[in-house]
Structures are given as structure tokens and as C-alpha cells.
């Protein structure tokens, strides 16, 4: 399927399954070889949930434990710059070595606010993971670890991605069409 159509805006194919596939994998790889010790890998849902669940099937470190959290700043194509914490972690996490799993990283107000409330955890380490990445929406000076794929300022859905909860199934990534 080259193009898709959500709530009457087209969106074409843009970064395809198969480049999904090795993008999760480079990931994965560099992860592995940075040999993190028992990392704790933390999902932030929705959005990341495939990408999650992909590169934890790549990964070979000892001893990984996954866990998830939920954080929200988006309503429809434009950032709110609300972020609303939505589901916390509450096991004792201080001393972790953790792995942030990002979908995409835009303006980096969702990042910063979870390093804020890992840290006040009293976290070992954090390291960020994000499959998408807008550099020229970035305004935040945190290093992001692993980045995917750097893309334009352009609004996409598929693979956990969503446009108002919609086509997060879509095997491919899609972006809007103008
Ligand atoms: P940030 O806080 O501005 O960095 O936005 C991060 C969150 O906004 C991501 O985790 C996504 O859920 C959502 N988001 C940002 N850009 C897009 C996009 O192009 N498509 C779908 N969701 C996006
Ligand atoms: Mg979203």
C-alpha cells in the first residue's frame, strides 16, 4: 500500500517494513555491544510499542527486563506542549541501567519530562533509544544515545505512530502528503 488515507488527509509510504526492519536491527546491535548491565528497558506507549517489541527480540544482553510507561503531548498533528503523566513505574528502579524506547522524538518535551521523573528515581544510568528523530524540531540539549533515522519536520504515522490513536498498525511508516 503506497498511500493510505486517515480522517481525510493522505499519507504516502515513506520508510518502508523491510527498512524498518534493518533500522531496528542497527539499533539492536549497537545495544548489544555497548554491553549495558542489566539493563531495564522502559517502553513509552503508545507509540513505541512495536519498536519495543521488535528490538527486544534482537537483543542478547543477560538478563534484560522490560517495563512500560505512558505519557502523553499530542492531540492530533501539533504538539500541545502538555504533557500529562499517565502511567508510572512503581517497582524500585534507583540504581537501574535504563534504556529509554522512544517512537519518535519531536520537540523532546516527552523526554525531558521522563529523564526528570527517572532521575528523581534515582536511576544508575539513562540511555535513549528513539527510531525517529526531527532535528529541526529538537529544542532540548539531552543526548539521544541511538537514533534510527533523522527525518524532515514532517508529521507521520505507522508502526505504533499515530494520527489521533489512528494507523498504529500500519507495517510501514507513512508521511503526510501536502
Ligand atoms: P515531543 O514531546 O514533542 O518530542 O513529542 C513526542 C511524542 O509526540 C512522540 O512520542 C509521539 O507520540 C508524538 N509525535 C511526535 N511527532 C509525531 C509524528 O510525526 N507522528 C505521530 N506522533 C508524533
Ligand atoms: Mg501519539
Redesign the pocket.
Known sequence: MKETIINNNIFKQYISEDEITNIVSDIANKINASNTKKPLFIS?LN??FLFAADIMRKITIPNVEISFIKLS??EGMK?SGE?RKLIGINSDISGRNIILL??????????EKIIELLTKKKVGSIKVATLLF?PE?YKKDIHIDYIGKSIEN????GYG???DEIGRNLPHIYKLKN
Do not use: P, Q, R
Open positions: 513509552v507509540g513505541s503531548s499530542y504538539s504533557i522512544e517512537d519518535i522524538i519531536d520537540t523532546g518535551n516527552t523526554l526531527k524540531a514532517d508529521f507521520v504515522v505512530l499515530d494520527y
